[in-house]
């Protein structure tokens, strides 16, 4: 069974630092991960989708990696703001042989970026 | 495009009455989702479809939960009788298979 695990749970730093969130997940066997943010309230945005035969995604300040073997990736963010406050979930799109839609979410990580 | 769709925002409603939340997908995508939100939970599943058949119900937590997708642009989840449990924020998602799940704004339910 595909499980999703975001390290860590929370994270506060200050403004202008870069940052790595964490996600891991126990089956190599995906099609996809997407990442997602969402802010308090809202639903949420999808980020950087990085399908299974690449390495990462790039958009702007954000970086995505993925290492399918280790079944990990890592989101960089680049010279933080206030505005990327919010909370950072991954998920998983497990390959079952054939086309299937059930992402698996982490739990998510709750950034603060402090002004 | 508008992106997803989902009405109403907010419901509050009192135990055992039916509620019917309510997604527009966004144009051209065949696949549409519904998940619940809820602290305690997360985020999880409830059902979804690809070109308006369901594939998967097995995150329906109780027959008092039900969904339809009569066509490609419009979805409901029906909860008849509801319960304070099944308080929490329901999002619709859409997407062309296997590729970007877009989510819509979520509607936030409330059983007193």
Known sequence: KQEVTQIPAALSVPEGENLVLNCSFTDSAIYNLQWFRQDPGKGLTSLLLIQSSQREQTSGRLNASLDKSSGRSTLYIAASQPGDSATYLCAVLPFYGGATNKLIFGTGTLLAVQP | ?112
């Open chain 2, 1 to 112: 495009d508008a992106g997803v769709i989902q009405s109403p925002r907010h419901e509050v409603t009192e135990m055992g009455q039916e509620v019917t939340l309510r997604c527009k997908p966004i144009s051209g995508h065949n696949s549409l989702f519904w998940y619940r939100q809820t602290m305690m939970r997360g985020l999880e599943l409830l059902i979804y479809f690809n070109n308006n058949v369901p594939i998967d119900d097995s995150g329906m937590p109780e027959d008092r939960f039900s969904a339809k997708m009569p066509n490609a642009s419009f979805s409901t989840l029906k909860i008849q009788p509801s319960e304070p449990r099944d308080s929490a924020v329901y999002f619709c998602a859409s997407s062309v298979p296997s590729y970007e799940q877009y989510f819509g704004p979520g509607t936030r339910l409330t059983v007193t």
